[in-house]
């Protein structure tokens, strides 16, 4: 029997994680995370990452293995991933992966794609107007330059907006141009799960979750990394607009509002990512897990 890769994707709140579990107790395997945020041990309750009970049901990877004072990329984490599938290879046929950032789900099952060299000063400009004429200018060149990378990227992180940015200016082409160009060979066979629902139902899954955050001690959470607030792993919704409230800026009922409003947008680019994997199998967030179930074995019995 060939290696099986299954990979779950779909927008945040959706129920990955649950999914992930029973698939993984049903075949006996274990999980890997390619959810970029709950890579940090700092970042618990505003990742919305597995609890102990949940790490417990399953054997995970890639969960809370960082610090947020770790440099930590996506060509790193293609890197380690590959190498922890190949040993989990050697006991299981099937293996699990979850996650919502798109771009590392890619770099396991497709590879990195490959970007030319720039002019190093290019970047150092960008970094200069990031700090004196601040994220939005870049966002607007970018939407200017390559709507569709605006569209699709993580634009609240100014780490992915000045990496597209150098790319489009340094070669004159929209950095979307260069993405998906890649057609690694793997040992492994992917199947993509996908979970959607309404949008309107997302959203409302994403106000609830965050005010369960709150209840959790996501002020708290925040308040502890005051301290490493300028690192780029802090740069992220659920943090971010906790600072402003503890600097003064806004009022925490506001900071929550912007944290609902970013994770929306957040999980709109989400869809918008994983609308494009065409090799998905799409299922209704409330489809029953034996269904899923099904349809995986079907599909590996289909190829072997």
Request: charged share 25%.
């Amino acid at each position: 029997m060939s290696k099986y890769l299954i990979s779950i994707i779909g927008p945040t709140a959706i129920g990955k994680t649950a999914l992930s579990i029973k698939l993984a107790q049903h075949f006996n395997t274990e999980i890997i995370s390619a959810d970029s945020r709950q890579f940090f041990k700092e970042m618990q309750i505003g990742t919305a990452a597995p609890t102990q009970a949940e790490l417990a049901q399953a054997k995970h990877h890639f969960i809370h293995h960082k610090s947020v004072q770790d440099q930590y990329n996506v060509g790193a984490f293609e890197r380690d991933a590959l190498l922890c599938l190949d040993e989990l290879f050697k006991n299981h046929n099937i293996v699990i992966m979850v996650g919502g950032s798109g771009l590392y789900v890619d770099a396991v099952t497709k590879g990195l794609d490959d970007f030319p060299d720039v002019d190093e000063s290019i970047r150092k400009t960008l970094n200069q107007d990031l700090e004196t004429k601040g994220l939005e200018h870049l966002q607007k060149q970018l939407e200017m330059l390559d709507p569709k990378s605006y569209g699709t990227i993580a634009i609240d992180n100014p780490h992915r907006v000045i990496r597209a940015l150098e790319i489009c200016i340094g070669t004159g082409k929209p950095y979307s141009s260069y993405l998906n160009k890649k057609n690694t060979n793997r040992p492994f066979k992917t199947i993509t799960i996908g979970l959607h629902a309404e949008r309107a139902i997302i959203y409302d899954r994403i106000n609830q979750r965050v005010d369960m955050m709150v209840e959790e001690g996501l002020i708290d959470e925040v308040k502890a990394l005051l301290p490493y607030q300028h690192l780029n792993a802090l740069n992220t919704v659920g943090y971010k607009e906790l600072f402003n409230y503890f600097s003064g800026a806004w009022t925490l009922d506001f900071a929550i509002s912007e944290i609902k409003k970013n994770s929306r947008r957040f999980a709109k680019r989400q869809l918008t990512w994983f609308k494009k994997q065409e090799e998905a199998i799409w299922f209704d967030y409330l489809t029953p897990v034996d269904a899923i179930i099904k349809k995986v074995h079907s599909t590996i019995n289909a190829e072997n």
